[in-house]
């Protein structure tokens, strides 16, 4: 008989992402807005819709629709906090390395975004928190199309 | 713990695999709909085959291409007893359910054109739908769809108003994946075969649960999968009435499917070996057998009874939670239970579940015309075999309790 040790729960839905997760901020149609992008994820079922608003190469202002898991809506949540007045260069480099991160389980995420770094634990759960991400960079290049997680990590 | 007479004890022995510790509590395998567990008998069988029998089938001059081909066509002749087909001709073996509605698809449905219809429910998985659309794009036909009401159940009489002139084949599911609905088929295959229409029963999710007499049931096909009956993956067969399958032609090209090749010109092969092209999973289908024997031997009727206790202990169980929406209250239900929980996403529930060693299905189980016709992103399900206890049930609420206070 073979007993795996369990990853602590707690470390997976910290409470900052169990606090994020019920009272998500920037969650709101954004009207007027200049870009945005859908994403899903047809395992699960999460599906989230990112506006954003450009001024002068910064992301002036972030917002999202979503229906999905706590993991997913925490993380959008907390990634529009984090984003919100950054230079589109340095959100671009922010979700590579919150991509690597995860899926690597390595490295330090920056403020309240490091409350998601249980989730690297979970390969199950990683597609959840990087969704918000992948929409947000499909929403700054004006993607037409709807993003997936499966066309987007084909090795999660 | 035991049903009328099978000893769920005793039998968890021929089930190694559930007799482990995940993430530090014992496994509570409540995902049968997905996929069974295999008994220890399944995988001798298996490890038997290729230590002592293997070769290829239907070619050889030697034993043990003989003792192969006895092997693989004697499985067919078990599953034909099993489902009490009149004929071995009838056995198709397939990759799996999937493979088996798609061989209809391709092969039966060469005689379907523009303005033909062919009618399935919403409640069917996604494999009983695709091949139909992708169907509908070849010949331009067009797929019809029986509603369901609020518990689940088929709208029997507008199912019966839907069965048109035009219509060439109802396909539906015996029992639904996402709901756990057991369908009248009976009736519906009275009622399609009495206008002259064939009809496709989808039996992946009854199979293991009750005995089925494709006789008794009068259907044209009957499909299923060997992975949820406790046999290998990669195995199913699709039952055929040999008179409609005698007019199917080939789907598949390759070796075994033919009689002689030319570049003249080719003859098939007569039934059931015309519509099997290429060496099939000779070890998947011993395995199968073995499967089937297994289930015969503890018997259907007794499986059936003690998945009853388990539907009706867990449905008790769960509807004692607050906060619980059960998702399909049919009141003909297999052993399966979908449901929310309040404020909890069913894919949060899956990791606190399996973080206390109880595995569930959360998502849109393949059928997301059924999440749309409720409403609903997905479900979490969970889902009976006979080899299952109250005790896990048991687990299964006390994990859901702590999701609860996890998320209040």
């Known amino acids: ?14 409470h900052i992402v169990l606090e994020h997760s019920r009272h998500p901020r920037n969650q709101r149609r954004m009207e007027p807005h200049d870009r945005e992008a859908e994403g899903h994820n047809p395992l699960c079922g999460d599906k989230i819709r990112v506006y954003t608003q450009l001024r ?34 340095a959100v671009r480099s922010l ?15 920056p403020g309240d975004l490091a409350a998601l770094m249980g989730v690297s634990q979970y390969p199950s759960r990683i597609r959840c928190a990087t969704l918000p991400w992948k929409t947000l960079l499909a929403a700054l290049d004006a993607s037409a199309d709807t993003v997936t997680t499966e066309q987007m990590s084909p090795s999660r | 713990m035991t049903a009328a007479s099978i000893d769920v004890a005793a039998l968890r022995r021929d089930f190694p695999i559930l007799a482990q510790q995940v993430n530090g509590h014992p496994l509570a395998y409540l995902d049968n709909a997905a996929s069974s567990q295999r008994p220890l008998q399944v995988l001798d069988a298996v490890r038997h085959y290729y230590t002592h029998d293997h070769a290829n089938i239907h070619r050889g001059v030697h034993t043990l291409s ?36 798609n061989l209809v698809a391709f092969s039966f449905g060469q005689r379907l054109g523009p303005g033909d219809e062919i009618l399935v ?18 010949s331009g036909a067009v797929l019809r769809v029986a509603p369901i009401n609020d518990a689940g159940e088929l709208l029997f009489d507008e199912f019966v108003q839907l069965l048109g002139p035009r219509t060439r084949l109802v396909s539906v599911a015996h029992i639904s994946n996402a709901l756990g609905t057991v369908n009248p088929v009976k009736a519906m295959v009275a009622a399609a075969r009495g206008r002259g229409i064939p009809v496709l029963l989808d039996g992946a999710q009854a199979i293991a649960h009750e005995a089925v007499d494709v006789r008794e049931l009068d259907c044209d096909f009957y499909a299923f999968s060997g992975h949820k009956m406790c046999g290998p993956t990669g195995t199913g067969v ?49 395995g199968l057998a073995a499967a089937i024997r297994y289930l015969t031997t503890l018997g259907m009727a007794n499986i059936a009874a003690w998945e009853a206790q388990l539907l ?65 992103d997905g ?7 006979f080899y299952n206890t109250t005790g896990e049930i048991d687990q299964l609420v006390a994990a859901l309790r702590v999701a609860q206070r996890m998320f209040a």
Request: hydrophobic share 40%.
């Open chain 1, 1 to 14: 008989m073979m007993s795996v040790p369990a990853p602590d729960l707690q470390n997976l839905y910290r």
């Open chain 1, 56 to 89: 002068d190469g910064n992301l002036a202002d972030i917002a999202f629709e979503a229906s999905g898991c706590a993991i997913c809506i925490a993380s959008a949540s907390l990634m529009s906090e984090t984003t919100k007045g950054q230079t589109d260069a």
């Open chain 1, 95 to 109: 979700a590579g390395h919150f991509q690597h991160a995860l899926t690597s389980g390595t490295g330090e995420l």
């Open chain 2, 66 to 101: 003989h003792r192969a081909t006895d092997l693989y066509e004697g499985a067919r002749e078990t599953v034909r007893a099993f489902i009490n087909a009149a004929s071995v001709r009838e056995i198709i073996f397939t990759r799996g359910t999937t493979e088996a509605i």
């Open chain 2, 121 to 138: 429910t919403t409640m069917e998985h996604h494999s009983n739908i695709v091949p139909w659309q992708l169907l509908c794009e070849r």
């Open chain 2, 238 to 286: 699709l039952y055929g009435r040999e008179a409609i399958l005698r007019d199917m032609p080939p789907w598949q090209g390759g070796g075994d499917m033919i009689l002689t090749v030319s570049f003249s010109g080719t003859t098939y092969n007569e039934l059931p070996y015309r519509l099997e092209a290429g060496t099939p999973n000779i070890a998947g289908v011993v």
């Open chain 2, 312 to 376: 009706s202990y867990a449905t008790a169980a769960l509807v004692a939670i607050p906060g619980m929406k059960i998702v399909g209250t049919a009141r003909h239900k297999a052993a399966l239970v979908s449901f929310n929980v309040d404020g909890i996403h069913p894919h949060d529930l899956g990791t606190v579940l399996d973080q206390q060693g109880v595995a569930i299905r959360a998502g849109h189980h393949c059928a997301m015309p059924v999440m749309e016709r409720f409403g609903l």
């Open chain 2, 379 to 385: 479900t979490a399900r969970a889902s009976f075999a």
